[in-house]
């Protein structure tokens, strides 16, 4: 296996936080990048708003020096304009790598021929990729893909194949079709097909909660990363236990509720910092929260208290209630 990231050596096995659109922003990357996760990449961004130097797009390009390594993801169907939002995108915040999303699932993303579209235009796709590569050259180059379209069209073999010809430093596939989106299993025997077809780097993705699974995947299929989203989203800590898994074979003491709400509160008190508006960024982080209080007891009465804040006091008191039985308990015996 060859690499042009440094990140990735026989003796490593990085850790990937998954873009997300609404989720992994600056803060919660930075959150994660605190508990363990190696590599970080953006929010997919719009190569058409890049193209058009759409002010709003180029805020998703942001972040902070403490984040790297990490790439900018990009999506779109045009070849020329692909090309050229990535050197833009490489002139104004110097990413580590650019990130290729031929996976993403949504409607309004496919529509316009970008995302997991390409994944049934493989010639459009080596078009794009021939394109980014040699327009951002020397700066390495990812992508990440599902299997294929559908049940009937798994091609993920095929397209690692296209994509390691046309540059591609390294490959996340997620193990499920554009049809699944987000339901159904992951399919893990057709990304050990990837990894074992090619000989880039290949960054696992899809229904990894534990780090049993990450070690069961990772004996499976020769991976040579794996890359967390949706469990990320509600235990950003996540990271630091396969870490310590990794390293040890044992599991790290269950992280204390105490310290679960610190970074709640954290969360939102940076928010509040970045928006400059408390109601506005209470708000935006309500579905945040909800994901959070997954995990916790009494998750469900968490959820409808998360549903109606409006500021990080209303956090804090949710919190103190929530935390002082095992407080009062502490107290008792000490």
Known sequence: MTSALPWFSPFSFPLYLAPMAGVSDKIFRQLCKERGADVLVTEFVSAEGVFRRNERTREYLDFDECERPIGVQLFGGNAEHMAEAARHVVDWVCPDFIDLNFGCPVNKVVAKNGGSALLKDCPALTAVANAVVRAVAPLPVTAKIRIGWDANSINAPQVAHILEDCGIAALAVHGRTRAQGYSGAADWEVIGQVAAAVSIPVIGNGDLTTPEDVVRRRVQTGIAGVMIGRAAMSSPWIFQ??????????????????????????????????????????????????????????????????????????????????????????????
Not at 250 to 273: F, G, M, N, Y
Not at 321 to 334: F, H, K, M, N, Q
């Open 241 to 334: 236990e396969i870490k310590h898994y990794l390293a040890t074979g044992e599991h790290l003491l269950a992280t204390d509720p105490a310290e679960k709400w610190s970074l709640i509160l954290r969360h939102c008190q940076l928010a509040v910092k970045e928006w400059g508006d408390e109601d506005q960024a209470m708000r935006s982080l309500r579905a945040r929260l909800m994901a959070y209080s997954r995990g916790f007891a009494g998750a469900k009465s968490l959820r409808e208290k998360f549903q109606h804040v409006t500021s990080v006091a209303e956090v804090e008191e949710i919190g103190r209630e929530y935390l002082a039985p095992s407080l009062d308990l502490v107290g008792s015996t000490s």
